[in-house]
């Protein structure tokens, strides 16, 4: 039996026309599921409106002040965290320079023209490297393989955003 028009009517309370009035009370008087649902919705319209208990302002105040003291708290400790591990990793990238300054300012001008040399010359190989294989990956994988490694990427990609969204939430709620 089809319930959706009748199931619609009655969970929206929408106006109904007298034809549509007609066709829900014919559809009622045979129709168990409907009749259920109609009988449903007017014990929970003609439910008192409970008033919450003594305090709960307050209490959703208090939670509410307390939550943001302690999402402030994660904040400046994940600022901290941020700001000595970045430290950190700035003072191992320049503490070779640092030494080269000490020691003389020749090795100094030596050490960083060899750092610099370096950098250059891996990056140049790291993008002969890439475009060789990219050019090798275009003659051996067909077009529609390309398509749907890059829709996986995309999807792994909006996986990873969404899972970081959801662990990142904190739960919300009142008690009573």
Aim: with cysteine; net charge positive; charged share 15%.
């Amino acid at each position: 039996m089809n319930h959706q028009p009748f199931e619609e009517w009655l969970l929206n309370d929408k106006n109904l026309n007298p034809a549509e009035k007609r066709e829900l009370d014919l559809h009622l008087r045979t129709c168990s599921h409907c009749t259920a649902l109609t009988e449903t919705s007017l014990v929970l319209r003609s439910a008192p409106v409970v008033a919450p208990a003594t305090g709960f302002t307050l209490r959703f105040q208090q939670r509410l002040a307390a939550q943001k003291i302690a999402e402030r708290r994660r904040r400046l400790w994940g600022m901290i965290i941020l700001l000595v591990s970045g430290a950190g990793l700035l003072g191992w990238i320049i503490a070779p320079f640092l030494f080269a300054i000490a020691a003389a300012p020749v090795e100094w001008v030596t050490t960083g023209i060899g750092y610099f040399l370096f950098i250059l010359t891996s990056l140049q190989a790291l993008t002969e490297v890439v475009t060789v294989l990219l050019r090798m990956a275009t003659d051996f994988i067909p077009p529609y393989a390309w398509m749907v490694l890059v829709s996986a990427l995309a999807g792994l990609g909006l996986l990873w955003t969404i899972s970081i969204w959801q662990f990142s939430r904190t739960p919300q709620g009142v008690s009573a």
